[in-house]
C-alpha cells in the first residue's frame, strides 16, 4: 500500500516537474505529455492547407520570425463541436503538428500555445524540438480584459501596440481604452475639433503639457492591430461624470461648478448635451467596429452638486418630478445608453449604472467598488452580464509589494501577482464566479501615477501574466508551483524585450518606478 503511494507521489511529482518546463501561461485544461517530439525547422513558416486562418497563421509566423524559405505544413480544422468559442485542440505528434479549433479565436489560442511552447523549447541552431502533447484547451471566462487610461497619462500608439503584443501573448482578448475624463480627452472628434485641441491639452501632472490625442486614422490603426490578435476594443467615453476636459472645450455642455470639481459633470436639463453626446457616439461607432461603446457613469456623485445651483437641471427636475439629483443622473444614463443601443452597440458602464435601472438585455456591468459588494449582488439579480474588476485585486495601479510607496492601496491592502492569479475563488463565492452571467474579469490601469513607460510595464508586469491565469484557468487547476516556474521563464521574456518589470523572487532587481511621490496619507 505505502509502495502505491510512494508511486502515485513520484509520478505526480514528475509531471508538475514536465509540466513546468512548458513554461505555458496561462496553463492549459489539460495536457497529456507523449514520449515523441516534433522538431520545427527554425524559420519555417508554418502554414495551413486551409486559407482561412492566414491572419492566425501571419501571426504567428511573424512573431515566431519565420522567413518563408522552409515551410512546415500545419493541420488545421475547425469544429464548432469541440466546445466553446474559443476552445482548441493541440497535437504535437512525432510526424504532425495539428489543431482543432471551435473557431477562428480557438485557432487563434492554440497559435499562441504554439508559439509559447516554440519560446521555451530546446533548440540546436537549425532545429527546435517541440514536446510530444496532446492539449485540450478552453477559456474560463469569455471577456478577458485589460483596461489602459490614457486620459491621465498619454502614452502613444507603439506602447499601446506593445500592450497588446503581451494581451495577445496572454491571450486577453478585450481592450478597454478610456480615452476621455477630466485631465485630457484622446480621441479625434472631427464635428467637435475643440475636444482635442482644447480638451487634448493637459495629463494629470502638467496641466499644461501640449494637446496629446489619438487621430481617427491612428484609432483604426490600433484597431486593426488589435483584431490580428484575436482582440476586441472598446473606447469608454466617461460621462456624465469625469467631463472636464469636454466641459475645458465646450463649456455649453457642462453641468455648472463646484469646489474641487468644476465642469465635472454635463448638463443633463439640457437638449443640446444630448445633441452633443449623440454626435460624438456617432463617429466613435465605425471607428470601433466590435460594438460595444463604454459610457462611464462613475463617480458622479463628486461633481453633482454643481447641480443644485443649474436652472436647467432644476426645471428638468420640476418637469420630470424627480425629487433627487440622482434621478437626474439616471435620467441622463438612460437616454445615452438608449442612444448607443439605436446605433445596434451594446453598452458598458460602471457598476453606479445599476441603480440606474438601464434595460438589462444590452448592457454589460464593469463592476469595480469592492467595498460595494450588493452592487455586484444587485447587478447578478438584475440580470446584467457582469466584469468582475474590483480594486482588490484588480487594480493594477495599486502597489503590489510592501515595500512600494507610489501607488494606492486600500485599508493598507495591495494587488500582489497571486492575488491577481488566484481572482475570483480568493475573493468571491462560488455561486458569483460561476453565475452565467459573470462574462469574465478585467484588470485596470489608471494612471495618475504613470508618467513614465518603465513605470507602466513595472505595475503591469508580471501582473498581467496573473491576469491570463485568472480569466482562463479554473481556481481547482490552480498551481502556485507551476505557476512561479513558468513566470521565471517569462521574467526572462520580459527582460529580452526590453520591459521594465517587477521581480517578485528578486525584488531589488529593478526598484520601483516612482513617476509622482505619494502625498503623505494619500494612499487609498
Ligand atoms: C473607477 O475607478 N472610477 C471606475
Redesign the pocket.
Known sequence: MKRHILIFALTMFSSVLNAQSLNLIPYPQKVTELSSTFQVKKGAWLYSSNAGYKRELNYLNSELGSKGNNKQLLKIIVDPFIGKPGSYQLNTTAKKISITAADKAGVFNATITLLQLYRSAKSNGTYVTLPGLRITDEPRYEWRGFMLDESRHFFGKQTVKNLLNWMAFYKLNRFHWHLTDAQGWRVEIKKYPLLTKVGGIGNFTDSTATAQYYTQQDIKEIVAYAKRRNIEVVPEFDMPGHATAANKAYPQYSGGKVTGFDDFTFNPGKEITFQFVADVLKELKPLFPDGRIHIGG??VFMGIKAWDNNQDVKALMTEKGFTDKQQAEAYFLKRVADTVTKLGYKVMC?DEAVAANLPVNNVIINW?RQNKPEALTQALSSGYQVILSPRLPMYFDFVQDSTHVSGRKWDGRYNTYLDVYHFPENSLTKDVYENKKVIGVQA?L?TETVVTKNRLYYLVFPRMAALAESGWTIGDSKNDVLFNSSLKAHLDYYKAAGIYYYNPFNPTENIEAVDVKPKAGAQD
Open positions: 462613475d463617480e460602471w469595480w485596470n489608471w
